[in-house]
């Protein structure tokens, strides 16, 4: 009874905190990477060669996923079968939105070979604004004080990064650029 209840409880305590520290782990140090992949020296490799890799994994493994859950190949081909060709409409709704994320990932790779690490983690917060924003006119979402004033404290580190990062810029980057292709990418989180 009670210690069933409370080891359930360790286990989805420990599951929630342990995914929340791999995901934290997983952004930041791909950040990095990714950073330090597009400037150091050497032959320098397509970013839509890296996005469309990245788009595979994941369709790769969302294939073995499906299958697992549904008991196998048979499952996974039902599935597929009854999810994707006998829904048309569905496909093309779920496009919209793959397109907006192929072209924002473009511009991440162009955002981090122009940014230092940090102003480009700090610039894409700014994701949060922009969801924001097309949640308030799309799905006509109302905001609290305190969530209004959490987006004006995370527009002002933006705006702060930004100042920063073009004050310290040298010559080789492009720092303007980089900063509207991260706040374009944004807006596209956004609205997708």
Known sequence: GIMSLSSLFFNLFSIKYGALVALVLQ???????????RVSDGPMYASSTAVTSMEVMKFVTCLFVVAYQTGGINGLIISIRDEVINKPMEM?????????????????????????????????????????????????????????????????????????????????????????????????????
């Open 27 to 37: 952004n930041t140090f791909l950040v990095v990477f990714m950073h330090y992949s």
């Open 92 to 192: 093309v709704k779920l496009s919209v939105p793959s397109f907006v994320y192929m072209v924002q990932n473009n511009l991440l790779y162009y955002a981090i070979t122009h940014l230092d690490a940090a102003t480009y983690q700090v610039g894409y917060q700014s994701k949060i604004l922009t969801t924001a924003v097309f949640s308030l006119i799309i799905l006509k979402k109302r905001l609290s004080l305190l969530q209004w004033v959490s987006l004006v404290i995370l527009t002002a580190g933006v705006a702060l990064a930004q100042l920063s990062s073009a004050g310290n810029s040298d010559t080789k980057s492009n720092t303007t650029m980089g900063f509207v292709a991260i706040l374009v990418a944004a807006v596209m989180s956004g609205f997708a």
